[in-house]
């Protein structure tokens, strides 16, 4: 696909042109914002830890939003066409963002959120990166890529710490265990590895290989994932085997699995206590489940069927990402149609949508 090609689908024009993408990565001057003339897709948001701001992905850039909709707090130009994934540290200072150009480098990106700055840019991979996930201390970015690869990106220095190769496809996901001292990745090989994030010693396939996984969240308040993908099943797995694995490939760290969604699922979120999860992919609606949906999960006596609590409608195409507020009682979503749509938690109820970039109307022939 031309770039030009790209933008077009993307909605974007004016500030990007040819010669801008032979400059030196964040020459003396910042990146103009881009032009939009219509909404650009939305591939990934995140609520800041203190719940006051929204980050929503753009065209080469980050644009944050005061939560309550009243407005544009800042715009963060970079460098990459796509932002794939965006991450807020434990203690909120620094947000990181991954992306890139697709066949041509990915990025991995740290703002400074007190002051909205730059702190690092840095093209750490031969092509897209997916699904950063900080380290609970703060000191580390995790990452996936269309090379197959994980990353552990030192913060805020954007050195490539460790780099894990025992994926077969692409990798979309990375969590960390609660020690600190593990990663997990998940992605189209089906498998969700365990590693020791310090020298990349391989640990465990914690799942038998059943479904290729686009997306993978950490329990708030246990050692516990859930992944989701091509099947359209979400599956909830603890981390940490209790039963010795055995050569009939027993699913030993299934702890639930939920009603079939019959599509590819994108995106899940936690609420942040641990009891509401949601999910969104190829399908027009998004679905809340409770977390524990069918009583009482062990290992090995896995619980099987939930179904969702809630179903938002009014989307328009693929759902891409979602995040909870803080509070646990709104839901933010995003996706193929642009627009950033607000949910009450648990009504049901859309509160408001908006489009996160400005549009420009074409100057009158």
């Known amino acids: 696909m031309t770039m030009k090609r790209r933008q077009f689908i993307l909605g974007v024009t004016g500030a990007v042109s040819g010669a801008s993408l032979l400059r030196p990565l964040y020459a003396q001057t910042p990146p103009a914002p881009s032009v939009y003339r219509v909404p650009p897709v939305i591939t990934a948001l995140v609520y800041s830890p203190d719940g006051s701001a929204l980050a929503v992905s753009g065209y080469r850039e980050v644009i944050l939003h005061k939560a309550n909709m009243t407005g544009i707090i800042a715009r963060l130009v970079g460098k990459s066409d796509r932002i794939e994934s965006i991450a807020y540290s434990p203690d909120g200072k620094t947000m990181g963002v991954v992306g890139g150009s697709p066949a041509r480098f990915g990025e991995v990106q740290f703002w400074d959120t007190t002051t909205n700055t730059l702190l690092k840019a840095a093209e750490v991979a031969p092509d897209s990166l997916f ?8 000191k580390s970015l995790g990452c996936g890529g269309a090379d197959s690869a994980v990353r552990v990106i030192s913060v805020p220095d954007g050195k490539v710490k460790l ?27 089906r498998a969700i590895k365990l590693v020791i994030a310090e020298n ?57 699995s939920y009603d079939s969604l019959s599509f590819q699922i994108n995106t899940l979120v936690f609420s942040k206590d641990g009891t509401l999860f949601a999910a969104g992919g190829e399908g027009s ?41 803080p509070d646990g009682k709104t839901l ?30 074409p100057a009158s022939a």
Request: aromatic share 10%; glycine share 12%; net charge neutral.
């Open 200 to 256: 990349g010693s391989f640990v465990d396939d914690i799942n038998t290989h059943t479904s290729s996984f686009r997306a993978m969240a950490h329990h708030p308040k246990a050692e516990q994932v859930l992944v989701g993908g091509d099947d359209g099943i979400v599956r909830l797995y603890q981390v940490f085997r209790s039963t010795p694995r055995t050569m009939n490939q027993e699913d030993h760290n299934l702890l639930r």
């Open 285 to 325: 609606a998004v679905y809340v489940f409770r977390t524990d949906n069918g009583g009482e999960a062990k290992p090995d006596k896995p619980t099987i069927g939930g179904k969702p609590l809630l179903t938002l409608t009014g989307h328009k195409g693929t759902i891409h990402t979602l995040a909870f507020h």
């Open 163 to 189: 780099k894990f190769d025992n994926h077969s496809d692409w990798t979309f996901a990375t969590t960390w265990a609660t020690d600190n001292k593990q990663i997990l990745s998940t992605g189209r090989d």
């Open 332 to 361: 933010a979503t995003g996706g193929f149609d642009g627009l950033v749509r607000l949910y009450e938690i648990p009504s049901g109820r859309l509160i408001g949508s908006y489009v996160p970039v400005p549009i420009t109307k």
């Open 131 to 138: 699904g950063a996930s900080f380290s609970p201390d703060g």
